[in-house]
């Protein structure tokens, strides 16, 4: 076998990946510009610039295009998380850092809202793309919750940390989604602080 033979399928591979990712980021795009109204074949390949038979080369159909775009929409929130939740420092500068992550760009853009929005939207009635938020959304709780439970442990606060983060976690999302509908009714700051003052009334003080 020649040296051009061997390499062959590693650049066939390269290439396929560059394709998928494209079109993973030209959905994102159309989502974030147009809701789930323009998450179509025609659309979408329109804004990649690709012929419309690559999504289904490279996806199951526009259905599996989607949960490859809620999954990697949320890695790249968990990796964000988990950037700032596992740096080394104390629970209390980690729990902190994710909250900020949380409220600036690129997870705090109105880009990534309307995309977050369209994508939450389906959830309730796709099955594929339940399964794959419980996953995502059980990893973020529990490294929120950890977070918490180790806080709450160095100060002798008796907290049920899971229920908590729980709490935290969905009043983030709907400072997000009230940012994202009118940005005069809430903003970066006031929606960091919002965060705080929750757990600051189980917690006490906390570095801000």
């Known amino acids: 076998m020649t040296t051009a033979a061997r390499r062959k399928p590693r650049f066939v591979r390269v290439e396929a990946d560059l394709r998928r990712q494209m079109l993973i980021d ?14 179509t074949v025609d659309r979408i390949s329109r804004e990649a610039k690709v012929s419309r038979g690559l999504i289904n080369h490279h996806f199951d159909g526009i259905g599996g295009l989607l949960i490859e775009v809620y999954e990697a929409m949320t890695q790249s929130m968990l990796a964000a998380g988990r950037e700032t939740l596992f740096f080394e420092g104390t ?20 880009s990534s ?40 442990k160095t100060r002798k606060v008796r907290l049920d940390s899971e229920a908590l983060a729980m709490t935290v976690i969905a009043l983030i999302d709907g400072l997000w989604i009230e940012w994202c ?9 006031t929606a960091r602080a919002a965060v705080f003052d929750v757990l600051e009334a189980r917690l006490g003080p906390l570095k801000r």
């Not at 994508?119 to 594929?128: H, I, S």
């Not at 509908?181 to 700051?189: G, Q, T």
């Open 113 to 152: 809202l309307r995309a977050w929005l369209a994508l939450w939207g389906e959830v309730a009635t796709n099955p594929k793309l339940k399964a794959s938020h419980r996953k995502s959304y059980d990893a973020y709780r529990k490294a929120i919750g950890d977070a918490l439970s180790e806080i709450a």
């Open 91 to 110: 629970a209390e500068d980690r729990l902190a850092a994710v909250i900020d992550t949380m409220f600036r760009p690129p997870m705090f853009s109105k």
């Open 26 to 39: 030209a959905a994102i795009r159309c989502l974030a510009e147009g809701g789930i109204a323009a998450f």
């Open 181 to 189: 509908l009118d940005s005069s009714v809430v903003n970066r700051d």
